[in-house]
Every structure is written in structure tokens, then in C-alpha cells.
């Protein structure tokens, strides 16, 4: 497993959730790291993307409430998640894009309203 992510659950809406994204240090300092979310019958949206510079991006309905942010010590992306909404629930995915392309498994996010 090239990217190992952790961390979904159910929360009520207005929490708070952080996912993790493990990979190793090859894939971390070489490649862009991004986080993408599905939802039920949605295609799948990119979320959030950092580059290795640190500079980030955000999808407009999650801009002030999502923080992505990489740890080279651990080899680890995260996505902190505050003010939940119900339109958040998804399975969000960590992805890896360089020479080659990679996708975590998935980890389920639930939000109830």
C-alpha cells in the first residue's frame, strides 16, 4: 500500500474530524499531495492540494474550515476538518500524483445533520 489514510468516522454537524495520510518518504518528498472527497452518486472532487513548497489550494466550499498540511518528519499528509456540514459527508481519498499515480484507500466521512 503506497498511501495509507486513517482518521474518518461519524460526527454531527459543527465538529471536527483530522485525516492522515501515510506514505513513504520517496513518494513524500517527490510527489504532489492532495486530498479528493466522492460522494454518493457524485463524481469525485479534489478538496485540497499542498504542494511540496507548502502553498495550498481549497475547494470554495471548504475554504476556511479545512486545513491540509504535510509533516516530512512522519511522512504524512493531513486534512484538519472543523465546522462540519452535512454536505461534507463522502469518502475522501489521499492522493499522490509524479511519475506515477497513486490513490489511498479511502476512508468514509459522515456528518450527520
Known amino acids: 500500500v503506497q498511501l495509507q489514510a486513517s482518521g474518518g468516522g461519524l460526527v454531527q454537524a459543527g465538529g471536527s474530524l483530522s485525516l492522515s495520510c501515510t506514505t513513504s518518504e520517496f513518494i513524500f518528498r517527490e510527489y504532489v499531495m492532495d486530498w479528493y472527497r466522492q460522494a454518493p452518486g457524485s463524481q469525485r472532487e479534489l478538496v485540497a492540494h499542498?504542494?511540496?513548497?507548502?502553498?495550498?489550494h481549497y475547494l470554495d466550499s471548504v475554504k476556511g474550515r479545512f486545513t491540509i498540511s504535510r509533516d516530512s518528519a512522519k511522512n504524512t499528509l493531513y486534512l484538519q476538518m472543523n465546522s462540519l456540514k452535512f454536505e461534507d459527508t463522502a469518502v475522501y481519498y489521499c492522493h499522490a500524483l509524479g511519475f506515477r499515480e497513486y490513490w489511498g484507500q479511502g476512508t468514509l466521512v459522515t456528518v450527520s445533520s
Open positions: 499542498i504542494t511540496r513548497d507548502g502553498i495550498t
